[in-house]
């Protein structure tokens, strides 16, 4: 198996024994079996390493399996211990506890030999037949054989058998082209968990077997502690759609800019892998799947390597929280609007001495029996005013908590929601939201670093960490923070409703320069979440603002469309196809419809969409047209009061951004460079 002295050996294997009623008991068994090798001092060093680990994420798998893990000092000898547990043990399994127990122990620094070792291990899990092999096995000699064979399988003898089957494939592989069947759909996918040993492995392996099964020809980049080849530009290039099933960053996530994209935690790979091959095969059809958002400059991003570094990280926590905010902007915002156009915009009022709009007091008081005055469409407009308001009401909440959720994982939750429900009721808004989300998963992970006694350490993240987390967060937010963070909101609201003339229309043009920067990353995220947290106050300044926002959003994918119908000659075949998929998407408020073209030729697209995106959040401003809608693009032009206004800044930024587009190609290198299978990547093509 290795040179030197071996991963797993009879005396850390038991069978069909009782190690305890909690996973804190059977870990603490086995940590003890490693140290008692002289693998491992002292032996609480592994216990809370190992521990610690399990706060992060639950180690149980399908089919009765846990792999509880970490590094550690404490190991000097890389170590697996095994149990067969004769009472089931609950380890976070979604189908129940297991029976059968691995603790990997790998020291701090790791070599690279065991880490391949140790993951080689981790990919055997995901196989049927060695797991039935386990639950079979009658002695720990058979369990270390089993071991050994998977982390040091003996080279396949050459058979004739074996000669004829590669003569046979030989030949079929020799069949021209055009006798062969549909080519299969091509996914990428990468998997990565926090500590690199077992996850990134299990996740890979599952998705390659559920992406046989459905006949799909899938490449696996694992980024974690053993070595792995990252995937080649053509490999990219042909994939439809990419797999992120992380726990932690994307390394050279730009390569992927453009592509559709389903992520999740590497969790759900190994648990549901046929449904995410699925998902992926579906939304490389689906031109309106999210798709991955590059750096404005990927081939630097590449240069300078794929760690994720502090700014990253904060980037990746504060977009988690707006991403998961997006769906209650969306629902009820447009519940809103709706309202508003079924029942009428007074419907939005609120009667003197109220906090309560009229929608909300009709939704309330009355019934179909009663109906409020003006009839059965003031009714039906204020029930559906009020339940925007009510989901709208969760925007803030689920800002903090998924801020929260994001550094701290499920014990940040309970924290961030209440933060972020604290901001909501002291007037702190969106940036009390921002600022208590932070906070509440600084809390969490803090709590989590407390030493506790052995037998109080599986109660952590159900109970202690929510528990302690939350009481902390928010005291400090009524007692310390609320206050200042609410006088900082009003300053700012009222900053904005006294803006007019030449300060309004600067407004515009900043907020439209954001919107057009990244197309869909942070700082166009940031200018819509801004955009939206005005719509809860309703006020002509709020207004103008999601009006500027959303045009300016439109006006990329719109040019871009218009650039490659108006001057095919200065675009590749591929542009020309993703001209004709961006209109629509421009239509609709998807700015991500752009982000092909400017992956592929940023110094010259990005400052061209910019400049329209300008022209047009400074013509809503002047024009002082005012939407209610923060969704919807066209489809909304019944929530605006100006839609004239809203179509000239349209039309104003969409032919700014595409003449700017067409005159830097045309003077500034001419034809795209992207015109091979390392461009980027066809939307039309891949809604085929």
């Known amino acids: 198996m290795t040179d030197s002295i071996p991963i797993i050996v009879p005396p850390l294997v038991a069978l069909d024994v009782s190690a305890g009623a909690t996973k804190s008991d059977v870990i603490s068994f086995l940590a003890h079996k490693i140290a008692g090798e002289g693998r491992a001092a002292p032996v609480d060093g592994l216990i809370e390493g190992a521990m610690a680990r399990e706060a992060q994420s639950a180690t149980g798998l399908p089919g009765g399996i846990a792999i509880p893990h970490c590094r550690s000092e404490a190991v000097t000898t890389a170590s697996l211990g095994f149990v067969r547990l004769s009472e089931k043990v609950d380890f976070g399994a979604p189908d129940g506890p297991a029976d059968l127990v691995f603790l990997i122990a790998a020291p701090a620094s790791g070599g690279s030999q065991h880490m391949k070792l140790l993951s080689s291990l981790a990919r055997a899990l995901v196989r049927p037949e060695f797991v039935a092999s386990l639950r079979a096995a009658a002695t720990p000699d058979e369990v270390v054989a089993l071991v050994d064979g998977v982390l040091a399988p003996k080279p396949a003898a050459t058979t004739a058998a074996a000669t004829a089957a590669a003569t046979t494939a030989a030949s079929a592989a020799a069949v ?113 799947a999210p798709r991955v958002h590059g750096a404005a400059n990927a081939a630097e991003a590449e240069s300078k ?9 904060i980037r990746q926590i504060l977009l988690t929280g707006v991403s998961y905010m997006i769906p209650f902007v969306a629902a009820g915002g447009l519940l809103i609007a709706l309202g508003f156009l079924i029942g009428g915009y007074a419907i939005g009022l609120a009667p003197k001495g109220s906090s309560d709009a009229y929608g909300q007091i009709y939704a309330l008081q009355n019934t179909f029996g009663h109906l409020p005055p003006g009839g059965l469409h003031i009714y039906i407009g204020s029930v559906l005013f009020s339940i925007g308001k009510a989901a709208f009401f969760f925007l803030v909440p689920a800002l903090a908590g998924y801020i929260a959720f994001a550094m701290a994982d499920r014990p940040g939750l309970a924290p961030g929601f209440t933060a972020g429900l604290i901001a909501s009721l002291v007037g702190a808004g969106f940036i009390g939201g921002l600022v208590g989300g932070v906070l509440a998963g600084f809390v969490a992970l803090s709590v989590a670093k407390i030493p506790l006694p052995k037998w109080m350490r599986g109660l952590m993240p159900v109970i202690i960490i929510p528990l302690l987390a939350t009481m902390i967060t928010g005291l400090l937010m ?205 939307l039309a093509a891949v809604a085929a």
């Not at 390597?305 to 990280?313: C, F, L, S, Y």
């Not at 013509?619 to 009061?641: E, K, Q, S, W, Y």
């Open 176 to 288: 021209p082209a055009a006798d062969a069947g549909p080519a299969k759909p091509a996914l990428v996918a990468i998997t990565a968990c926090p500590t690199g040993i077992a996850h990134t492995y299990m996740a890979a392996d599952a998705l390659k077997l559920a992406a046989e099964r459905a006949g799909v020809d899938l490449y696996v980049e694992t980024q974690g502690s053993s070595a792995t080849t990252p995937a080649s530009r053509d490999t990219i290039a042909k994939a439809g759609a990419v797999i992120f099933a992380t726990d932690v960053g994307v390394k050279g996530r730009e390569r992927f800019a453009g592509k559709p994209v389903v992520a999740s935690g590497v969790k759900r790979a190994i648990n549901e892998p046929d449904t995410m091959i699925a998902e992926a095969v579906a939304a490389a059809s689906d031109p309106s």
């Open 305 to 313: 390597g794929g760690d994720v570094g502090m700014g990253t990280r």
């Open 478 to 682: 009524f007692m310390v923070l609320g206050r200042p963070l609410a006088d900082l909101t009003n300053w700012l609201q009222t900053e904005l409703s006294n803006m007019s003339g030449s300060s309004k229309i600067l407004l515009g043009v900043i907020l439209g320069l954001m919107m057009c920067f990244d197309l869909g990353g942070p700082v166009n995220k940031a200018a819509y979440a801004f955009a939206v947290q005005g719509l809860g106050i309703g006020g002509p300044a709020e207004l103008h603002i999601m009006a500027a926002v959303m045009c300016a959003g439109m006006v990329p994918p719109l040019a871009m469309g218009v650039a490659t119908f108006v001057r095919k000659r200065l675009f590749t075949e591929a542009e020309r196809e993703n001209g004709i998929a961006a209109i629509p998407l421009g239509l609709c408020f998807i700015s991500e419809g752009a982000i092909p073209f400017a992956a592929a030729d940023p110094l010259r697209v990005i400052p061209s969409m910019m400049l329209g995106g300008a022209a047009s959040g400074a013509t809503i401003m002047a024009l002082n047209v005012g939407l209610r809608a923060p969704h919807g693009g066209i489809f909304v032009f019944f929530a605006m009061n100006n839609a004239v206004g809203f179509v000239i800044a349209l039309i104003v930024g969409t032919v700014i951004s595409a003449a700017a587009v067409l005159a830097a190609k045309q003077f500034f290198g001419g034809r795209s460079k992207s015109a091979s299978s390392e461009s980027a990547p066809s």
